[in-house]
């Protein structure tokens, strides 16, 4: 993960790349994507499954700072964050793309768009393994990975007819880590709730 961070992460055109340096005239014949321009898709851009997966990578092993950081990073709502950002990116701000164009004078430009495979994903990665919201065998957990100075967030699940109130707080300015798990005032040993469907609504609270 720290040779990711010091090859493929490049904060100046909010990607992360799947390889670097392109392949371009070397004698390396790696496929199809020498096929591509130097910087394009998976030659040296930004693949963006692959991009996802390093952000999932960094929530396993417990960096909630970084992992937030980059999830925000390829969010394509930040390529627009100025009228010069936008006009370098050049596809849809509020879609997931594919890949991102990563050397030179294409560098930060979107490629591939309205990618439903990486743009599920990307949900996966907010909602499971950031937020921390997991159902598993009919069983709902909450395993949070976020930034130390969020002190607090809340989610509403709903299954079938019933609602769960989830609240996380962070007191102690963790990353990651739950200590309590109360459902409806009552604290929960096994930090875990079964999901019923009985048009109940359930107050969870979840102290890291």
Same mark, same amino acid.
């Given at each position: 993960?720290? =040779?990711?961070? *010091?090859?493929?992460v490049?904060?100046?055109?909010?990607?992360?790349?799947?390889?670097?340096?392109?392949?371009?005239?070397?004698?390396? &014949?790696?496929?199809?994507? &020498?096929?591509?321009?130097?910087?394009?898709?998976?030659?040296?851009?930004?693949?963006?499954?692959? %991009?996802?997966?390093?952000?999932? %990578?960094?929530?396993?092993?417990?960096?909630? /700072?970084?992992?937030?950081?980059?999830?925000?990073?390829?969010?394509?709502?930040?390529? =627009?964050?100025?009228?010069?950002?936008?006009?370098?990116?050049?596809?849809?701000?509020?879609?997931? %793309?594919? /890949?991102?164009?990563? %050397?030179?004078?294409?560098?930060?430009?979107?490629?591939? =768009?309205?990618?439903?495979g990486?743009?599920?994903?990307?949900?996966?990665?907010g909602?499971?393994?950031?937020?921390?919201?997991?159902?598993?065998?009919?069983?709902?957990?909450?395993?949070p990975?976020?930034?130390? /100075?969020?002190?607090?967030?809340?989610? &509403?699940?709903?299954?079938?007819?019933?609602?769960?109130?989830? &609240?996380?707080?962070?007191?102690?300015s *963790?990353?990651?880590?739950?200590?309590?798990?109360?459902?409806?005032?009552?604290?929960?040993?096994?930090?875990?709730?079964?999901?019923?469907?009985?048009? =109940?609504?359930?107050?969870?609270?979840?102290?890291?």
């Amino acid at each position: 993960m720290d =040779s990711l961070e *010091k090859h493929l992460v490049d904060k100046e055109n909010g990607i992360i790349k799947l390889l670097d340096p392109p392949f371009n005239n070397g004698k390396f &014949k790696p496929g199809y994507i &020498k096929a591509y321009l130097p910087g394009v898709r998976e030659n040296g851009g930004q693949y963006t499954h692959a %991009a996802i997966w390093a952000i999932i %990578a960094l929530t396993k092993l417990g960096f909630g /700072d970084k992992a937030t950081e980059y999830f925000r990073m390829i969010n394509p709502i930040e390529h =627009s964050r100025t009228r010069e950002a936008a006009i370098k990116y050049k596809i849809e701000p509020y879609v997931i %793309a594919g /890949d991102v164009y990563g %050397a030179e004078n294409l560098a930060g430009r979107g490629g591939w =768009s309205w990618y439903t495979g990486s743009s599920s994903w990307f949900y996966k990665a907010g909602i499971e393994n950031i937020l921390g919201l997991k159902i598993d065998k009919m069983y709902l957990k909450v395993e949070p990975c976020i930034p130390s /100075d969020w002190k607090e967030f809340s989610i &509403k699940y709903r299954y079938k007819t019933s609602i769960y109130n989830v &609240k996380v707080k962070n007191p102690n300015s *963790k990353q990651t880590g739950v200590e309590k798990f109360i459902l409806n005032g009552k604290e929960i040993e096994e930090k875990q709730v079964r999901l019923v469907d009985n048009g =109940s609504i359930n107050e969870i609270k979840i102290i890291m």
